[in-house]
């Protein structure tokens, strides 16, 4: 008998008595529920932003999301459709329901009764790169933090860098016609290797736009979503020729497991990773222009005459994109959009206007370049306080900023 009550405890049974079920709340009954529809890459984002705001005593707010492509998240937001009721809702909790809780941990989901409409769309890109309609009138756009994207192979690879030609060819003919015309390049001649995501994805968009490859011509097995792709990596049977795309920030999460390759752009005489070093974690390179894989995070919300119809929604964009915001929360908005991989628009030094165009010089409103590198690997700059003032620049947020 012994033994057995030891089995059912092993196999997660409850001997003499039902084991409690654990309560999954609806997602209405949260403290002032945000409902957001964003890209997988943008999760994390959710997460640590979201268990920041459960917990912003000048206005606490749930960030409640589900996750899908961003030219799904477009349509849905254009449309003004609902939510569909196929989707996962999630949500970040509080430091009283569950105070280990860290964005590395899976989200606790909530239950909901349709029909459900989002208060914030999201796309991690330009939305002209899913369709051509403009906005409608009753939907705002916010340009957000960069995001940065990578062609990533297993760890232990001694590939460390392609070129725009070359991710042109692989991608775009497939390893398999390479080798039937003779032109086969290695070590990417495996075409069960290539692990791409599906057409509404970001992240195949971009990539697509970066190496003017169609989206809907890419060679490769067609994924739904990053940790599929992971998973295709890290689980690939020929490691050496499994290369596959992803978000800078979920590879940042994976570096014990994965490489990131530098990037040659067409045109360009050198490779460069998102950061200085293969090491770093400074998106130097991406924020001066030198590494060229990168789109803005856009984010969508409703306004009447230009007036949002739900201003804890706009107050949640305005958060993510750096803006001044009333009342001040109890954290730093820009050191969590950092802390996910992301980039914030006041530590860019370039832009452009469409996915995958020319570069030019940028100048954000106010520099937070110091700021972020420190949040992310380590600043340079000089430090300052109300007793020891800049010799050059001004001093913002103990550093001595550029402007």
């Known amino acids: 008998m012994r033994n057995l009550v030891r089995l059912g405890v092993m196999a997660g049974l409850w001997v003499g008595s039902a084991r409690p079920a654990l309560a999954v709340p609806d997602c209405s009954t949260l403290p002032n529920p945000i409902y957001l529809q964003v890209g997988d890459t943008q999760v994390n984002l959710m997460k640590a932003l979201g268990r920041k705001l459960r917990d912003n005593t000048a206005k606490p707010i749930t960030l409640v999301w589900a996750s899908t492509g961003s030219c799904t998240n477009i349509a849905t937001t254009y449309g003004h459709t609902q939510i569909a009721s196929t989707l996962v809702m999630s949500y970040a909790p509080s430091i009283a329901e569950n105070p280990t809780f860290v964005p590395s941990n899976t989200a606790p989901t909530c239950a909901y009764t349709m ?25 705002n756009l916010t340009i957000g933090p960069r995001q940065g994207y990578v062609l990533a192979m297993p760890k232990g690879t001694d590939q460390t860098a392609i070129t725009a030609e070359e991710a042109y060819f692989v991608f775009g003919f497939g390893p398999t016609l ?22 509404t994805k970001s992240t195949l968009l971009a990539w697509a736009a970066n190496i003017t ?121 820009n050191v969590v959009v950092s802390s996910v991989g992301l980039t914030p628009d006041c530590a860019m030094r370039v832009q452009r206007s469409f996915e995958g165009g020319p570069l030019s010089l940028y100048k954000p409103p106010t520099s937070c370049t110091c700021k972020f590198e420190a949040t992310v690997d380590a600043s340079s700059c000089a430090t ?16 001595c900023e550029e402007f």
């Open 178 to 199: 390479l080798q039937a015309m003779g032109a086969a390049i290695a070590p990417w001649t495996d075409e069960a290797q290539l692990a791409i995501r599906t057409t």
């Open 115 to 139: 029909p459900v409409y989002v208060d914030i769309g999201n796309s991690a890109l330009f939305n002209s790169a899913c369709t051509n309609a403009a906005p409608p009138a009753n939907v």
């Open 384 to 399: 300052c306080s109300a007793g020891a003032t800049c010799a050059t620049g001004v001093c913002r947020n103990g550093y």
């Open 213 to 333: 490859v169609l989206a809907a011509k890419w060679h490769g097995v067609k994924n739904d979503t990053s940790t599929m792709v992971v998973a295709a990596l890290t689980g690939s049977s020929n490691p050496s020729a499994a290369i596959g795309i992803l978000g800078s920030e979920v590879y940042d999460g994976l570096r014990g497991s994965l490489t990131a390759l530098a990037f040659r752009a067409f045109e360009q005489y050198a490779a460069y990773y998102p950061d200085s070093t293969a090491t770093s974690r400074d998106k130097k390179n991406l924020r001066d222009g030198h590494y060229t894989v990168w789109s803005p995070t856009i984010w969508m919300d409703y306004v009447t005459n230009g007036i949002p119809d739900k201003p804890d929604a706009r107050y949640v964009i305005d958060l993510i994109a750096g803006h001044e915001v009333t009342p001040a929360p109890n954290f730093d908005a």
